[in-house]
């Protein structure tokens, strides 16, 4: 195969659901864990039923070799499955040298993070893993509500959020953070809003990506809405939502997207620059000026 060809999935050894973030379209996918540590949020479906575990060196090694011969064209890697940034230093270490030794014309790596894997690992280990190539981490926060994270079984809390996202800033990452409208369900939807732009603010990332809430068949989520013990927010809800959101998130020069494709209206804001012009835009969309994207079309 000549070097220019693009990865193909199945030359490189995968296992399970391979998830990415939308802006890691592009890298190299190299799975060194299969599931996510934590796999017991109740909205999530990705890893359900596997057991997480670090993939052998050997594997990981073979997929470095094939990509240094057939992935020329692809100058970032992303670290598969949820939490890849839970690998012990000194191995997760390794792989990133062998990607520089390997693959020198790769600017940047990516990996998934969450409050446990961040907090196991110190500022200075983060700081080398940053020196060896580690330059942008992605993290799940959904709200910043420490009841609505109770609720979802995150294992976690808006103020440990906020240590783990600013330590992840401190050794140097660039700093992307998720968040999940329509989860706290109807009547903590303000709450929530107001207190996730709080931890946000707090944090500063670089980058925020809102998504709407899908369920998903199989999680306990799904079964609360099917049991009539969890509601789906409408879009006007969820847009009402977005609306406080941004209202209460202060960021010094973070971007603020809700353009993936499970929302009802792509938004794409740099704080705090647009703020003013996204609330009005989400005003007008409440109004009904502005056309919602059809049910059909989400997540398409
Ligand atoms: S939402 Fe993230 S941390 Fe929670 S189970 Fe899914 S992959 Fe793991």
């Not at 996510?36 to 090694?61: D, W």
């Not at 110190?122 to 190539?133: P, Q, R």
Request: aromatic share 6%.
């Amino acid at each position: 195969m000549p070097a220019s060809k693009p990865c193909i999935d199945y030359f490189m050894h995968y296992e399970g659901n391979i998830i990415r973030p939308p802006s890691e379209a592009n890298s190299i996918l190299l799975q060194v864990t299969v599931g996510c540590s934590r796999n017991k949020c109740t909205f999530c479906g990705t890893y359900r039923g596997e057991r997480f575990r670090i993939k052998p060196h050997e594997i990981v090694m073979a997929d470095i070799a094939f990509a240094a011969e057939y992935c020329r064209r692809q100058r970032r890697v992303f670290l598969c499955d949820g939490d890849a940034l839970i690998i012990p230093q000194e191995r997760l270490l390794n792989i990133l040298i062998q990607i520089e030794n390997r693959l020198p014309w790769v600017t940047r790596v990516g990996a998934y993070a969450n409050v446990k894997s961040l907090r196991m690992k110190s500022l200075d280990e983060l700081k080398t893993l940053k020196a060896h190539g580690l330059g942008i981490v992605y993290l799940g926060m959904e709200t910043g509500d420490d009841q609505t994270l109770k609720n979802i079984h995150k294992g976690t809390t808006g103020a440990e959020m906020i240590l783990a996202g600013r330590k992840a800033l401190a050794a140097g990452f660039k700093l992307s953070i998720t968040v999940l409208l329509g989860i706290a369900g109807r009547e903590r939807s303000h709450i929530h809003a107001r207190e996730t732009g709080r931890v946000l603010s707090e944090i500063d990332p670089d980058y925020v990506g809102a998504l709407s809430l899908m369920l998903i068949p199989g999680t306990p989520l799904h079964a609360d809405y099917e049991a009539g013990r969890f509601p789906l927010l409408t879009p006007d809800e969820l847009l009402e939502e977005l609306k406080i959101m941004i209202a209460h998130t202060n960021l010094s020069k973070g971007l603020f997207h809700a353009n993936h494709a499970s929302n009802y209206l792509p938004i794409k804001a740099r704080m705090p620059r647009d703020k003013e012009s996204t609330l009005q835009l989400i005003d007008e969309a409440l109004s009904g000026r502005i056309t919602l994207k059809p049910e059909w079309l989400r997540a398409l």
